[in-house]
């Protein structure tokens, strides 16, 4: 046992139960169920002790040190036996330096954190790592039995799942809204041997389904609502800290779907402030598709309470969800960092990832998101010109293919591709190809 321990405790009540049960939201009103920390005992070790532990496993090569995830174990999952840990070397995602993109715009600065820079190509494998290894070491210590782990997904969950799944040798259960997810998506799972259901309905349809299935504590589920998740997911925010030498950006961008990632984004600033690792928590803003929304809507009404939308199709296919189910937990972290939530059009959304794309990014729609709420604040002086932005990059842009060719082609409906960079068909003759590049070349003189 380690000196360090935690327990789920009930959102809005008292009741706690311990990690290795199999349980999603409280016996008691049912609320949503959050990782809970001593903190007493986190605190008892200094700021600089923590900061010269966190420092030293930068240079480790064990395993469990070289994972973002599991480098901060103590306050991700104290109690796991080191053996059970399932890991891919998940998390210390770069923070890419968008220079000059904070220039063009005129704000202080701009990182974008590439957590899609990861195993399966999403941010999902952070949290996945935690819930798996979990699942494992209930498992292999005969605490419960359980026969599968299973996931309703917009692609980016179950890919997450199945991978981390195989690699601990759980079978592992997708359900997936039929025709809604990209094929890089779609195909993960199956090559990793999950079962793959492709239902026809949408992402809350799916939702809805994986609830029924996992009452049979046998399965158990995977979805964000798991607040195991929350934990791997919410390393995002003293990375970042860490990576800037543990000072702390103005404002942190993130675009929201279930709201798990935002949830997580909030918490991980929290127990940071909490252990003395940092002084204040950045605003937080969340960045929503148009086309599926409900979150902003409720902000814009000031929170008076979620109305679940009809999620309409946006290129954001990760994000096409219409009835969060951390919606609470969203709007105590909007509340609590003095945040905002912004909504983008696809338009916006298309031609902000490609104009990341310009300066070595490589975008998936999400980012775009993020991004484009980002050009949307600092166009309304919301952001400012000395402050410094981190934008949470939740996927990586081969994941979607589609968009990006489709961009490019112009060939999305509706979007004018400002930034389409054509492909020039010429014959293979000199005299040809000079008069393309002499053209094209003094476009692009500085
Ligand atoms: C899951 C996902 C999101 C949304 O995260 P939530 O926790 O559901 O808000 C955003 N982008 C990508 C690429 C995702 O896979």
Redo the contacts with the bound molecule.
Sequence with gaps: MSQFNAHFRNINGDDTYPLTDVIYRSKVDGSLLEVEHDRAALASRSPEEWKKLFAERRMSFKPEDMSGIWSKREMVLPDIPVEDIVTMREGWSPLFDAAPLAKELGIGSLKVKLC?NSHTG???DLGMTVLVSQVNHIIKKGIHPIDAVACAS????SAALSAYCAKAGIPSIVFLPAGKTSTAQLIQPISNGSIVLALDTDFDGCMKIVQEVTKDNRIYLAN?MNSLRVEG?KTISPEICQELGWTVPDTVI???????????LAKGFEDCKAMGLIDRIPRIIVAQAENANPFYQAYERGFDKLVPVQAKKTL?S??Q?GN?V?YPK?VRAIQKTNGMVVSVSEEELANAAHRGDRIGLYC?P??GVALGALEKLVAAGKITKDENVVVIS??HGL?FTEFKVGYHEQKLENIASKYANPVFKAPAEIGAVMDILTKEMAARRR
């Design positions: 899609g999403s941010f999902k917009t692609g980016d969950t964000s997911q993130i675009p929201g779907g279930n709201l798990g990632n935002v949830s997580a954001a990760a994000i969800i969060p951390s969203a998936c999400h980012t939740t996927a994941k």
